[in-house]
């Protein structure tokens, strides 16, 4: 019979004074594995008469418990002292002085959203917001979206669990569109309106052209008397600020929305430049062609009477469209996914200065 209590103190010995991880695993496999010393102890319980084994199979199982408990002990500590150096390593001293020159950039989605904001605010467009967790009737019912709809599907909605359906049974998600802000404005303001909500909105998609998160810009003006004349020079004087350019055409394609009546969708002409889209003339010119850029309509009746007015005395139009896509489009980026990686060198060319900020009269990109 072997000296258990010998062989344990030696054991646990080595373990303690185990260096690093590599060698705490070389003694591991050393007593262990398959082929180490407690395993053939362990093995030799097969073979050993039933009195034998009552007396020398606790003290191996033992050995063994032993054995495991040390290695974890020492992996753990091995471990802890790994973080600690790593901590002290990357520790930063927040007391220093500030670096002279200023190394943040403005992203992109600002710099357009600040550019919109500007834009629109000449324009007499406040700024609205909403919330990004959202509820079902927010997001579909009151824009004439009911359960049935297929738009409903179209959206693919992150939904909360059904046990964070709000007070009033509503399912939550993470807000599909912009367009939710549309109803919480009409329902907290009197009209008239006019206002544009520019944020994040979600959609479970991802490829070089979605992202799961994405941004918008909703517009919506309610008043008397408005008509599809307004939403056109509204949009044709937006993209002829937001372009810099004044060879800006649009193109009014009729469409479908529910919560607009009727719906268009508007396309810009531009032509390709060294493999560069860029926005100006009319798509049926030579050389160019049309591009899709943001859906609009006039508010249908049934959404303004969702919010508690009277359709027959206030009318409107919405428009959203894709911030990241505006910004791709002025600014030349490619891939839509680099927008949300957060790298700095992509951060660095792209980015705009933190003090240049955006004015008609300084230039609206300057
Ligand atoms: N909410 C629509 C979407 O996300 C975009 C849109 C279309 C907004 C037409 C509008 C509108 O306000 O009138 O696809």
Redesign the pocket.
Known sequence: MSDYPAMQARFVADIGAAADLDALEALRVAALGKAGSVSALLKTLGGMSPEERQVQGPQIHALREAVTTAIADRKAALEGAALEARLAGERLDMTLPADAAPRGSVHPVSQVMDELAEIFADMGFAVATGPEIEDDWHNFTA?NIPETHPARAM?DTFYFPTQMNDAAGRAMLLR????PV?IRTMMSDEPPIRIIAPGR?YRSDSDATHTPMFH?V???VIDRGIHMGHLKWTLETFLKAYFERDDIVLRLRP?Y?P??EP?A?VDVGYRQEKGRRIVGGSGDDEGHAWMEL????M?NRRVIANCGLDPDEWQG??????VDRLAMLKYGMDDLRAFFDGDLRWLSHYGFGALSVPTLSGGISA
């Open positions: 824009l959206h599909t569109h912009t367009s549309q909105v918008q909703e517009g919506l469409s929305f919560f607009t719906s969708e943001l859906g609009s309509g508010v139009f919405a428009f959203g469209v894709g």
